[in-house]
């Protein structure tokens, strides 16, 4: 069941970045130079004017490859 609570939220997470930048892609503008960028890039682009999100972003990604 967590397995399939992990897929839908990368699923989701896919989806979202996919339609917000459906129109202009970063890659090819040049704010962005590898495609691996794109999840952060989305994150700062959306949530940047929230303060601690980019903490908790990346709080999330040091748990995750600890976990």
Do not use: E
Request: with cysteine; aromatic share 16%; charged share 10%.
């Amino acid at each position: 069941m967590r397995l399939i609570a992990v897929f839908l939220m990368n699923f989701y997470t896919g989806l979202m970045t996919f339609a917000h930048y459906s129109d202009c892609d970063p890659l090819a503008v040049g704010q962005i130079t590898a495609t691996d960028q794109l999840l952060p890039f989305y994150v700062m682009d959306v949530f940047g004017h929230i303060k601690f999100m980019a903490g908790i972003f990346v709080a999330g990604i040091f748990a995750a490859s600890l976990g």
